[in-house]
């Protein structure tokens, strides 16, 4: 199968989930099937266009690793693929369909048109302008808008690859604008020239689409064209599934989620699941795997809804596969010593979701592996029961010899076989315990009441650093 799919955003804004969507299932079906991904530019609606959103656009995919065959800033045969660089081609087609018959010059003013749509209104009746099309034109100059001349037919039905057979009745055949009084083209005609163009065979798109699929199907009949396959794809909804996502429920710019630390594997993972089904329990698919498995069958119809915490945990398992190296690298990790980081990697991956959490983790409780703490003595002693006054520095001191024995650079797994026993021992004295001696440990390494368990402290900071903690605390409670 030649296969031939595109991203066609238009230049209005942020990069958002729905739109990286679009281009993710694009641009997996051309590449399990050998095909070729496009990438162009929709920027006939002037007024609407935000400056900087092609570079934000290439910029958000060569993030996530969504390449592109020809297209915007790569060139290709069907150049330039900037629609307002192509506007000779779309009126060399408008001219034909004028010639044809298939299209006429638009002879209404806006409040002449306004006073058609108030009759139509009157008469409790939908307004069509195919209904008030003039029976004699003049020469198109292109000052007037330029009109397709819709067949008037009682129903178009076609099949979608997604959502099966659709249809629509006659209300939705209408003449519609092919070219502005501004010279530009309409979406509804440019984007059927340039699918024509560059041979376009799939279309990804939102099923705000399907009310529009008469006139373009109407468009591609009058152009003698075969139309290409439809492929419509489910609304990503908002958290509470109820309504589709929007900036109000948190659809954000998607270079928003690289700041916060996600990774663009997690992100395509994710995507790919929202609104397709892979048929079996796997959860987790790495890019190429998602080529392999994609297909438009298991495309679903109904709403999927956006769920930030399941996108977290994706996000999490991707971070835990990178090397220790590869972690701190494009986590854009740092700390005073390289080796404690590397030590403290395994945390990280345990605890943090996003790299944004990672790098607030180094910054705030895992800041004592690189700065000694400030001790308070009502915290050392917090555990200690009123029964065994002293017990918390008798407790600390008890710890010095055997950690001594231990070598500098230790596993916590050493270090818990070595100083459990003495807190198994004040377990078994009686009221206190355990707690009463691995609490007072662990604030005087960490000097907070929120940290890693001793021993793992202790195997990061290593032997040295942590008998001088530890010999601080005791001068502390000694006072």
Not at 13 to 27: K, N, P, S
Not at 134 to 157: M, S
Not at 197 to 226: C, D, N, Q, W
Not at 459 to 474: N, Q, V
């Amino acid at each position: 199968m030649n296969v031939v799919t595109r991203f066609a955003p238009s230049p209005t804004g942020f990069m958002h989930v729905g739109g990286v969507r679009t281009a993710l299932y694009a641009w997996l079906f051309a590449r399990k099937h050998g095909g070729r991904f496009i990438l162009r530019i929709e920027d006939t609606d002037k007024e609407r266009e935000v400056a900087g959103s092609i570079p934000h656009i290439i910029e958000s995919l060569h993030w996530l690793g969504i390449t592109w065959d020809e297209g915007i800033d790569k060139g290709g045969p069907h150049a330039p693929y900037l629609q307002s660089e192509r506007l000779d081609l779309y009126h060399t087609y408008a001219k034909n369909l004028l010639a044809a018959g298939h299209a006429y010059p638009d002879p209404y003013t806006e409040s002449e048109l306004e006073a058609l749509r108030e009759k139509a209104a009157a008469e409790k009746r939908p307004f069509l302008f195919r209904d008030f099309r003039p029976a004699v034109t003049e020469p198109w100059d292109g000052t007037k808008p330029l009109r397709f001349k819709a067949p008037r037919i009682a129903r178009y039905a076609w099949t979608d690859l997604a959502r099966g057979h659709l249809g629509a009745g006659e209300e939705a055949i209408d003449d519609f604008i092919l070219i502005k009084s501004d010279g530009y083209p309409t979406y509804n005609f440019a984007h059927i020239v340039d699918d024509i163009e560059m041979g376009v065979t799939h279309v990804m798109r939102g099923e705000e689409f399907i009310s529009s699929t008469p006139k373009f199907l109407s468009l591609y009949e009058a152009l003698g064209k075969t139309p290409p396959a439809f492929v419509t794809m489910p609304v990503i909804l908002g958290p509470d599934g109820k309504k589709k996502l929007s900036k109000r429920d948190g659809a954000k710019d998607i270079l928003d989620y690289r700041a916060d630390g996600y990774l663009p594997e997690a992100m395509l993972n994710y995507l790919a699941l929202l609104g397709w089904n892979p048929g079996t329990d796997q959860e987790f698919f790495s890019p190429e795997e998602l080529m392999h498995a994609f297909d438009l069958d298991r495309i679903q119809v109904s709403g999927a809804s956006f769920d930030e915490i399941k996108l977290r945990s994706i996000n999490q398992h991707w971070m835990r596969q990178l090397s220790t190296v590869d972690f701190i690298s494009r986590g854009n990790l740092s700390a005073p010593e390289t080796g404690k980081l590397e030590k403290i990697v395994p945390l990280l991956k345990e605890r943090a979701q996003t790299f944004s959490e990672a790098r607030e983790m180094l910054a705030g409780e895992f800041s004592c592996f690189f700065t000694a703490p400030s001790l308070e003595h009502p915290k050392l002693v917090v555990k200690e029961p009123s029964s065994r006054p002293g017990m918390t520095l008798s407790a600390l001191e008890g710890l010095l010899e055997p950690l001594t024995s231990l070598p500098e650079d230790v596993s916590a797994e050493v270090v818990k076989n070595t100083l459990m026993p003495l807190a198994d021992a004040e377990e078994a004295k009686g009221k206190g315990g355990r707690g009463a001696v691995l609490w007072p440990l662990r604030y005087a390494l960490s000097g907070q009441e929120r940290s890693p368990d001793p021993f793992t402290l202790i195997s990061i900071l290593g032997r040295d650093e942590s008998l001088s903690r530890i010999r601080k605390a005791i001068g502390i409670l000694g006072e």
